[in-house]
């Protein structure tokens, strides 16, 4: 690092990254100002639960990744890191000469150190009203409202959140239909996982189509799909769950992010003093740069991320592991390591057929590649990372 004080850090965004780039700046010895700016009022919730216990009134099994259950799903522990929240707001420019973040309400917040976790959008088929999607909690709200009057419901989406929506709007008593490109989450998980998971979903009732592509247009005074066959599927709800943006438009000019996403480095450092973490930021891994929209990822890049803001090329670079974590259609997955997998798992406890199972899919090339994953069953996450060790 270049060796200058810091005594203003600013951290722009206000989710699980940024709050836990707050949190490791305190820890890692910072007492001077810190900043969070978030543009949604409410305070960092845990956007896992929105797609899962948030759409249900039960309280759930307690095995929950988070705080809470039923209407408490999303909550957090109180922040402890003491920074002045800017809630509500938005951040429109960023000027790195003058180290200077401007707001959307005139403000221009000053830095030394500055942590872009802005995090993305959902990815929409359309501008239409009638097209809702599930990003943030004013979204899982508004949709946990309208599953009580159980609409038909048309969920596009074949991918982890879409498959999630689907069982919430299921279990809330609605008849449902999902529209895949493919057989769903195989591009996730693989086709051993996709299938159980897929045999499970179609047992509780859903429909699924399975499309080369999908749009959404109106027609009269209603919206419908259309699938690229030709075919039309209508419904009183229709949710597209296709995939995210990064936030970063507010970054035009700064030349960070000329393609989308902000490419750092193996510490998450843009440039000495500015870090980005979380959805919006593209690291190195063992396939290339990538963008791992995970929660477990944005926490893992916010550590290290922090601790190189204030102590550079001292921080360890980050190891990250995917952890991926999903509850639908009755069913628990925990799994770690490089998902999808092709071919059957070993099962270190249980077998097939969708019961509680302990299985992996080995490292074949001794670099520590190997997955494993938890289905319906307990285990500590650290032993299930072991289990993905190569081989001495």
Same mark, same amino acid.
């Not at 990538?290 to 803001?309: C, D, G, Y």
């Given at each position: 690092?270049?060796?200058?004080?810091?005594?203003?850090?600013v951290?722009?965004g206000?989710?699980i990254?940024?709050?836990? =780039?707050?949190?490791?700046l305190?820890?890692?010895? &910072? @007492?001077?100002?810190?900043?969070?700016v978030?543009?949604?009022?409410?305070?960092?919730?845990s956007r $896992?639960?929105?797609?899962?216990?948030?759409?249900?009134? *039960? !309280?759930?099994d307690?095995?929950?990744?988070?705080?809470?259950?039923?209407?408490?799903?999303?909550e957090l522990p109180?922040?402890?890191?003491?920074a002045?929240?800017?809630?509500g707001v938005r951040? #429109?420019?960023?000027?790195? @000469?003058?180290?200077r973040?401007?707001? !959307? !309400?005139?403000t221009?917040?000053p830095?030394d150190r500055?942590?872009?976790?802005?995090?993305s959008?959902?990815?929409?088929?359309s *501008?239409? $009203?009638?097209?809702?999607?599930?990003r *943030?909690?004013?979204?899982?709200?508004s949709?946990?409202a309208?599953?009580?009057?159980?609409?038909?419901v048309?969920?596009i989406?074949?991918?982890?959140?879409?498959?999630?929506? /689907?069982?919430?709007?299921?279990?809330?008593?609605?008849?449902?239909?999902?529209?895949?490109?493919?057989?769903?989450?195989?591009?996730?998980?693989?086709?051993y996982l /996709?299938?159980? &998971?897929? %045999?499970?979903?179609?047992?509780?009732?859903?429909?699924?189509?399975?499309?080369?592509? /999908?749009?959404?247009?109106r027609?009269?005074?209603?919206?419908?799909?259309?699938l690229?066959?030709?075919a039309?599927?209508?419904?009183?709800?229709?949710v597209?769950?296709v995939? !995210?943006i990064?936030?970063?438009?507010?970054? =035009?000019?700064? *030349?960070?992010a000329?393609?989308? =996403?902000? #490419?750092? @480095?193996?510490?998450?450092?843009?440039?000495?003093?500015?870090?980005?973490?979380?959805?919006l930021?593209?690291f190195?891994?063992?396939? %290339?740069?990538?963008?791992?929209? &995970?929660?477990?990822?944005?926490?893992e890049?916010?550590?290290?991320?922090a601790?190189?803001?204030?102590? %550079?090329d001292d921080?360890p670079?980050?190891?990250?592991q995917?952890?991926?974590?999903t509850?639908?259609f009755?069913?628990?997955?925990?799994?770690?390591?490089h998902?999808?997998?092709?071919?059957? $798992?070993?099962?270190? @406890?249980?077998?097939?057929?969708?019961?509680p199972?302990l299985?992996?899919?080995?490292d074949?090339?001794?670099?520590?590649?190997?997955?494993?994953?938890a289905?319906?069953?307990r285990?500590?996450?650290?032993?299930?990372?072991?289990?993905?060790? $190569?081989?001495s």
């Amino acid at each position: 690092m270049s060796g200058d004080t810091v005594h203003r850090v600013v951290v722009v965004g206000n989710g699980i990254a940024g709050l836990t =780039a707050a949190d490791t700046l305190r820890e890692a010895g &910072f @007492d001077g100002e810190l900043t969070i700016v978030g543009d949604e009022p409410h305070p960092a919730y845990s956007r $896992p639960a929105l797609s899962k216990a948030l759409l249900l009134d *039960g !309280d759930g099994d307690g095995d929950r990744e988070g705080a809470g259950s039923g209407t408490a799903a999303h909550e957090l522990p109180p922040a402890g890191h003491g920074a002045t929240e800017l809630l509500g707001v938005r951040a #429109t420019g960023l000027s790195l @000469d003058r180290r200077r973040v401007t707001l !959307d !309400d005139g403000t221009a917040l000053p830095y030394d150190r500055l942590v872009l976790a802005t995090g993305s959008r959902a990815r929409r088929l359309s *501008g239409l $009203p009638e097209e809702l999607t599930l990003r *943030g909690l004013d979204d899982a709200l508004s949709l946990r409202a309208r599953l009580a009057g159980r609409p038909s419901v048309v969920v596009i989406g074949g991918g982890p959140l879409g498959m999630e929506i /689907a069982s919430g709007c299921l279990a809330a008593g609605c008849r449902v239909t999902l529209v895949s490109q493919g057989v769903p989450l195989t591009a996730q998980l693989g086709p051993y996982l /996709a299938g159980v &998971f897929v %045999g499970a979903a179609l047992d509780q009732g859903l429909t699924v189509v399975e499309t080369g592509s /999908a749009r959404i247009e109106r027609r009269g005074e209603s919206a419908r799909v259309v699938l690229d066959e030709g075919a039309v599927l209508e419904a009183e709800m229709l949710v597209s769950a296709v995939g !995210d943006i990064p936030n970063t438009e507010w970054l =035009a000019g700064t *030349g960070l992010a000329p393609k989308g =996403a902000v #490419t750092v @480095d193996s510490r998450g450092l843009v440039r000495p003093d500015v870090a980005a973490v979380g959805d919006l930021a593209a690291f190195p891994t063992p396939y %290339g740069l990538r963008r791992v929209p &995970f929660w477990s990822s944005a926490i893992e890049q916010a550590k290290t991320a922090a601790r190189a803001l204030l102590h %550079g090329d001292d921080t360890p670079p980050l190891r990250f592991q995917p952890y991926f974590w999903t509850e639908q259609f009755g069913l628990s997955l925990k799994a770690v390591g490089h998902l999808p997998r092709d071919g059957e $798992p070993a099962y270190a @406890d249980g077998g097939p057929g969708g019961g509680p199972a302990l299985m992996s899919w080995p490292d074949e090339d001794g670099a520590g590649g190997g997955a494993a994953a938890a289905l319906n069953y307990r285990i500590p996450i650290p032993r299930l990372r072991r289990m993905t060790a $190569p081989a001495s």
